[in-house]
């Protein structure tokens, strides 16, 4: 079934809730979902209503132009999503495969609903994968010296391929402040850790020094400040003394694939809004 | 802050959801929370709107009258709740205090919002528990043959308590089907097993032998068929070899715990509605 | 590092981890784990003894043979495994890929310590997958009336390729009587439920229609009687009333993923012992 | 039943699993559990060896004496630990009780086996608490300016109840250097996040500001680096953008709750051994 999601967020007061799904109803729109979530302390309204637009009123490419005019009156931030319009990921793979194969599988199976054209990676190492999968694979070196360089060849592709959201999986090269900047809250990375603790390099080494009896992994939205993103989506496993270092990157492994793969989904479903560094994950 | 909820349940048709919440508006409540769910099978709504009433334009006492108006409209079944109407809740106590122990204190410290004036049990071992916490304390035993009589008097004990809500902390008695009856949704037990699996005596036993890898509880509302009403709560928790009977036992007793309260929490927010043998949570 | 593995198991009593540790040490081994368990109901003793073999004094091919004078004594059933002689691991694929994959990765990543020279299945879909990860694949249509046949064909495959275990991954058909005795504690299912709920067909809608609030999903051992071989790991995932069917069955897939690897892993690692219908895992 | 526990560490080496399974052995000691871990980067062996001393050779009074041979071979640190020598804990209680009448109530029901005659705090708030358990209770309030007089007062008191083990029970005052290292390993702590993220004052609020999915609670042994013991425990729970910083200061509580008992069992039971800022628990 096609549906039609509007995601908004705005100052909260009266009369926002009512007037949004007023909108949909009068126009002949079944709602399937609405929710929305106040946060207290900065009186703001997050909301997401979609609705089944079988019989809709308004075409289409006009709904935006429409809603603009409730939009104005509450001073709205919102998008108007619709699900025939599949999103396009690229992936940015390192040199694990777990990540990048359990979205590809998911993506395959149906569970994330988008294309996934486009595979970058800084070494040639994945590209049966991409084969397999039938994802267009190019090999991208960066160096700290050539890395602006060789990102005005990613954002070549990313643009020649129409991509919408990138994912890292595990990428482990960091980028650039510009770079970033042009994909606000459209890039998603996996940190081997529960951040805000053991941000930056070897994770699970922090972990295993500290001596922590559970380890985790986030999912996050990519930042200028590295590993500081809003967090989506954050999941843990139990380790005891008996884990070695490797026992705790093995066992990291499964909860890095289930958070990525969750965060996501929530992302290409449009139910994330993000305030401040912080995310409101509708479910 | 006090807040007005109504829930309500119909036949799944466009414009409830905006009506419900025009309701709302154009009477002047602010809408603090709004979830609706849809069953897909049997095309049934399911809705919980929880506002601010400051400013609400229709008398308390007219509420229930005006929203009819609506109600009636889409065939719905409704209630509507005030949150300074605070629920009585009897807690029925077996030999085994930590369920019993666990809601007072959440109760003492505000976490459920609710009165307990009263606790019945089928002996006197609670009674100093009761005295601590301030609750009336009665000893109703019960044997197969006086099971009727004695649940006459339970009733006028419930009655001049003015009893919305009864909870089996690990009450172990069986109650009539006429008990039963007369509080529909509002009988709530924790078994201690997952259901369905091990339904009826000695459920951690049955766990024990069946070697399982974890066990868990489950709190549902009452119903005639033994373990068998709607569920609102479930948690695990892990058992390996190493665990004797009584480990399972020990163990499932946090876990009784927290379902029990999560559940009578939910209830006592006004947040569960029951269709068939199933519960709607909303969260 | 190589290492060898005892496994025992006997009627408990004095003087048993005594020897057995002896045994070890005076020959030079160096112990790295040594666990046992005592069924306090059965009085039975449960042991593996972990060891680094580089200077044992006893050659790998008559350390059997010696470790038999202890074992007569205390009537013990024991096995000598050691770590280089690697598992031959058959996977019998049904229609879903998930948990195929998922062994596969763990494999190829070294997390699961097997070779998987073998896939069988009943339809031809997987064998892209078999050809990507270089294992031969094998087609074997089963219907209830060729069954026995055709149970022939996969025994001949198992011998050729001298397959120790079998891996049912998600694989839907029911194996003969005759075929499980011939590989005692060797096959290994994953059955999509939280065991023994929602046994035999289907689990998932069964678990919908249930209502409950946790899914899981079992890796046990392969008997005769449907789904009621011994656990040997399970795992749950969270469902609200939001779920849908298909969202207990994609939520699910993870766990059965997670549940199956992880048995595998003890599996492979000589760390199970099974009695009656339980499992001691050793971690 | 009595038993008799030896916990030890020392470098590793060939010999030393044998030699104290021996001993226990030789004098006819029935082995119930032996544990032992080896620590690779330090090369360190951690051993807990329990035996039922029904028969056993060694007067109790002469078992240190004894094992003391073998413990000088292999430069063992070592205790030795009976049953029947009940651990004497004194809690020290805040203004929050969740976590005080949960070690109580524990206690009371079996499942911490020891006594608790003394309850410290800084107010008189938790009096009738005490009163309830049959416990003493002394106020001791603290001052920056009268800290060290009053610890001393504190320690006539834990000296005088004979002591073995303090349990700070949300008691949210920094012990002072001194104390801390009077009762080595002997000072169990919760901290309601999940260390090392939101170390010191308020975690749930640092947690709330960095928008994290879930909320954790520690238990640890005191040092004198504020929230840097070696971790014992650690839990968490799920929380979402709908949790108030109320709600997650309610859902940590069971979390506390949970970890802090699961700690003092393991502590009671001799289940711990601490290296550098790390505990082997063994279970």
Redesign the interface.
Known sequence: METTTILLTCPDS??I???V??F???N?G???????????KSKTL?MRIEFDPANFKIEKERIRNKFNEIAVLFDMNYSVKFSSEIQNVAIFAGKE??CL?DIL?KQK?G?LKCNIPLIISNHPDME?IAK?FGCKYFVIEKTPENKISQEVKERELLRKFKIDTIVLAKYMQILSKNFIESYPDRIINVHHS?????KGAKPYLQAY??????I?ATAHYVTEELDNG???????VRV???D?LSDFI?KG??VEK?VLARALKAHLENKILVY??????F?
């Open positions: 009266k009369g809730v009512a007037s799904t007023d949909v109803y009068k002949d079944n709602i399937l979902h609405a929710d929305q979530h106040i946060d207290d997050f495969e777990h194969f599988l199976a569970e049966n397999f529960f951040l805000p603790a053991f020094e500290a001596g922590v009896k559970l985790g809003s967090i989506i989506e954050q999941e843990v005891s003394h008996k070695t093995e492994k499964n289930i401040g560094n912080k995310t409101v994950v479910d």
